[in-house]
């Protein structure tokens, strides 16, 4: 079983749609956890940290369920923008990332 | 403030070649990693130190890849000699000495071709 498991997509969506992507992890054990988003031929950035009793950023929202291990993100309001590969992030300990393969996110006009 | 800094950003070489690539972190970050990203898919974690130290490197294929940083500052990732398989992305990133809920840093990259 992989570390940091994601649904690949591509997601194809409307503008203006809103758009969940979801992440299950192996380690019970791991600490912290993140959402980058990474443009095509570009390095990862960070999108948002994701908080057990979740948090929202604009039209960002990421929720944490340690007893699953399933964290989310939810997109409001898809923008042309958004179109890039969205990769769930795990710290399992000492600062060590474990990234999963993205899911791929395509906003249509 | 200046970024996470790599070169080359791109190497053509043919297989049983070595090649060399170097990343500059930013300015006071303790911890450094390498990963390896294939098309398509997620980073990979190679190496990881906390100043001149190394935390892990048990996904380092040890035979043909090795690191350094010295001085706890700037580090090289050699890889001798190159096979196809490892044509791909190297991502060199930086982070503060923190719980782990710091945000790591991303240079641009060294695309790799193996021919």
């Known amino acids: 079983r992989k570390e940091v498991e994601q649904d690949p997509g591509p997601f194809n969506v409307p503008e203006g749609a809103t758009v969940a992507f979801n992440c299950t992890y192996s380690?019970?054990?791991?600490?912290?956890f993140f959402w980058y988003r990474q443009d095509c031929r570009k390095e990862p950035k960070l999108l948002m940290s994701?908080?057990?009793s979740g948090n929202e950023d604009g039209r960002f929202t990421a929720q944490l369920n340690r007893a699953s291990q399933y964290i989310s993100l939810l997109i409001r309001d898809s923008k042309l923008s958004d179109s890039a590969t969205y990769l769930c992030v795990v710290n399992k300990y000492g600062n060590k990332l474990v990234f999963g393969a993205g899911t791929i996110l395509r906003v249509k006009s | 403030e200046a970024g996470v800094a790599q070169s080359p950003r791109y190497k053509i070489i043919e297989k049983r070649q070595s090649v060399a690539f170097w990343c500059n972190p930013i300015s006071g970050h303790a911890t450094l990693y390498w990963y390896q990203q294939i098309l398509g898919q997620g980073p990979k974690l190679l190496i990881q130190f906390q100043n001149n130290g190394v935390v892990d490197d048990s996904q380092l294929p040890k035979d043909r890849f090795s690191a350094e940083r010295l001085k706890g500052v700037d580090s090289t990732l050699k890889i001798q000699p190159a096979k196809l398989e490892d044509s791909a992305v190297y991502l060199c990133?930086?982070?503060?000495?923190?719980?782990?809920?710091?945000?790591?840093?991303f240079g641009q990259g060294t695309r790799l071709t193996v021919v």
């Open positions: 994701v908080y057990s």
């Open positions: 990133a930086s982070s503060l000495e923190g719980s782990g809920s710091t945000e790591a840093f």
């Open positions: 380690n019970s054990a791991s600490q912290s």
